[in-house]
């Protein structure tokens, strides 16, 4: 019991690192987002070999972005893996989509999609809040789409919704601007 408190309390340090963006390290530039979902889904790849689930990724080339690659990285690498923890049931082979398209008024939409269990009605409204997990004990802490919303929200300049039905999977919609505001630049750069 107390190793496995022990191994809780780890991942909730671990957590709480992650949520503490490291505001200093952030490197606003411009990249390609195809090629930044590509090399994000790369290093992902060795913990999916042995799974039964399937990333797709359908990003055009062409979309040029001023942002912040490494946080739209964690950004998504927290919503494959919350798919895979929480969308597939014990084994389930699934689906994971990752999409994107230009908007109007230089925004870009990323949509990563699963064709899970998908997330009851009840939970839809608190997906977003710390701590809020169905899977406390296994693998969860309730920080991961915490962490999503804020980086959306406070780094990148743009909104996440979710959208899903029980059964028929989920779908995090995140739209931001192509240039991301520059609040992250400190006075002395």
């Known amino acids: 019991l107390l190793t496995r408190n022990l191994g809780v309390a780890v991942d909730l340090i671990r ?25 994000t889904l790369l290093i992902l790849s060795p913990s999916f070999k042995r799974s039964l689930h399937h990333i797709q990724a359908d990003v055009p ?7 912040y690659p490494g946080q739209l990285g964690q950004i998504l690498t ?24 230009v908007l109007a008024q230089d925004r870009v939409e990323l949509v990563v999609a699963d064709d899970g269990v998908g997330i009851p009605e009840a939970n839809l409204r608190r997906v977003f809040d710390p701590f809020f997990t169905t899977k406390l004990g296994q693998g969860g802490s309730g920080l991961g789409l915490n962490i999503v919303y804020n ?32 609040s992250l630049q400190t006075e002395d750069d």
């Open 15 to 39: 957590s709480f690192k992650q949520v503490a963006v490291d505001r200093t390290h952030a490197q606003r530039r411009v990249f390609q987002l195809d090629a930044m979902v590509t090399e």
């Open 61 to 67: 080339t062409g979309i040029s972005m001023t942002s």
């Open 78 to 101: 927290n919503l494959i893996n919350n798919a895979v923890l929480h969308g597939f049931v014990d084994g389930q082979q699934g689906v994971i989509q990752v999409s994107a398209r």
């Open 151 to 182: 980086l959306m929200k406070d780094v990148l300049g743009g909104t996440v919704q979710v959208q899903s039905t029980p059964g028929a999977g989920t779908r995090f919609i995140l739209v931001m601007p192509r240039i991301a505001p520059d």
